[in-house]
């Protein structure tokens, strides 16, 4: 096993991608944050709340997407649902699709399906905390992105939030 981030590491990656989402949205009145059940809401949770202190917001368009039965693997293990809580709609607005590990892609493109139902995004960026570089299936690459690293098929990324660390095993 080998520590990727430690809790502080982590603390400062959540909020540099805060700070870099921002960025490129800085009144965030087109923009909305979308987090990927059920692990990608951990990262979106902490995420909004740093951008929430930066701007002194209170609310923002903060939504929680399920995409369990817009997987391509659903026909092969019974699923349990996730909720989806997206109260508002998407259409023309700048998509920022948030989860903890980007590996084969195919999480995304469910993702990207599940969002179509709720209009169509002008824009839609990806942000995530842990980016497996060479494990891609889909041309699929995220616009934001904590750590980089480089994997070999059989280790597995364990994102830790209780115990805030990443770690390869």
């Not at 590491?9 to 059920?38: C, F, Y």
């Not at 139902?117 to 891609?136: A, M, Q, T």
Request: aromatic fraction near 6%; hydrophobic fraction near 40%.
């Amino acid at each position: 096993m080998k520590a990727i981030l430690n809790k502080q590491q982590l603390e400062i990656t959540i909020k540099r991608l805060a700070h870099q989402i921002l960025e490129n949205h800085i009144s965030l009145e087109d923009t909305v944050i979308i987090g990927i059940q059920p692990r990608g809401i951990y990262l979106s949770d902490q995420i909004v709340s740093e951008i929430k202190k930066e701007l002194h917001l209170k609310k923002i368009k903060y939504g929680k997407l399920d995409i369990t039965f817009y997987r391509d693997d659903i026909r092969k293990q019974l699923h349990v649902a996730n909720q989806t809580d997206i109260l508002f709609s998407i259409e023309g607005k700048k998509v920022v699709l948030i989860d903890d590990v980007l590996y084969t892609g195919r999480t995304i493109r469910a993702a990207l399906d599940a969002l179509m139902d709720f209009g169509r995004p002008e824009k839609v960026e990806l942000c995530v905390l842990i980016d497996r570089r060479f494990s891609r299936q889909l041309p699929i690459q995220p616009d934001y992105t904590g750590k980089a690293i480089d994997s070999i098929v059989s280790q597995k990324v364990k994102v830790n939030w209780t115990k805030s660390e990443v770690v390869l095993y």
